[in-house]
């Protein structure tokens, strides 16, 4: 079975500044997706970014970047220039492409507090 | 423009009672879920369904019972409530990946849940 682990309960960052929080996970199938999700206090589940585990390159989406890392399994968040919308929980997750049903596994999340 | 729509936001509940928390989505996905978030931790898969009439259970099953008898709704019942099930119930759907090809989730509200 998959897993997803994230081993950083809580993270800050001053604000402008650039933080990267980990998300490890293990799997042995070579075709799958990779998404990290933000949670504000509101609690609706806003999606960052998503990595096709097929693609070699790095997802970027404006300030948010992904270090991919396959055989390491690893898949780390970059924040740059952070701001302070960007004070969240942040969850890794993992989706199968190869078989049925493709659930999708989160990771126990990260709490990102960014500092003015 | 909907999207996934839970109800209720918020329960307090009584040890043993019942409810049902409701789920709908208007998108059309085949893959529903249910999914469980307890204080400080990641969300936990209770049950999925992969289309209308078929369900089966994710990590966290016991206590709760689902049912499928349309596209559209994925109804989550408690039939016992008890303290343990104190949480945030958060609804999701996608389509089917393997036909559609599009790999993001779409998450309810979320409803917190406490029994007392």
């Known amino acids: 079975a998959q897993t997803v682990t994230q081993s950083q309960p809580e993270m800050s960052v001053q604000e402008a500044e650039t933080v990267t929080l980990s998300c490890t996970y293990d799997?042995?199938?070579?075709?799958?997706?990779l998404f990290w999700y933000k949670q504000p206090p509101s609690r609706q589940m806003i999606l960052v970014i998503r990595?096709?585990?097929?693609?070699?390159q790095n997802a970027t989406e404006n300030r948010f970047s992904v270090n991919f890392q396959k055989a390491a399994k690893s898949f780390s968040l970059k924040i740059s220039d952070s701001q302070l919308g960007d004070a969240a929980m942040y969850f890794c997750a993992y989706r199968s492409a190869t078989g049925e049903p493709d659930k999708l596994i989160f990771g126990t999340g990260t709490r990102l507090q960014v500092f003015p | 423009n909907a999207g996934v729509t839970q109800t209720p936001k918020f329960r307090i509940l009584k040890i043993g009672q019942s409810m049902t928390l409701q789920c709908t989505q208007d998108?059309?996905?085949?893959?529903m879920y249910w999914y469980r978030q307890d204080p400080g931790m990641g969300l936990k898969l209770i049950y999925y369904?992969?289309?209308?009439?078929?369900?089966d259970k994710g990590e966290v099953p016991n206590g709760y019972n689902v049912s499928r008898s349309t596209t559209e709704d994925f109804p989550l019942r408690l039939e016992l409530a008890a303290p343990s099930q104190t949480s945030v119930y958060f609804c999701?759907?996608?389509?089917?990946?393997?036909?559609?090809?599009?790999?993001?989730?779409?998450f309810g509200q979320g409803t917190r849940l406490t029994v007392v």
């Open positions: 990595q096709e585990a097929y693609k070699q």
């Open positions: 998108m059309n996905h085949n893959y």
């Open positions: 999701a759907s996608s389509p089917r990946l393997r036909t559609e090809g599009s790999t993001e989730a779409f």
């Open positions: 799997t042995s199938e070579s075709d799958y997706y």
């Open positions: 369904s992969v289309g209308a009439g078929i369900t």
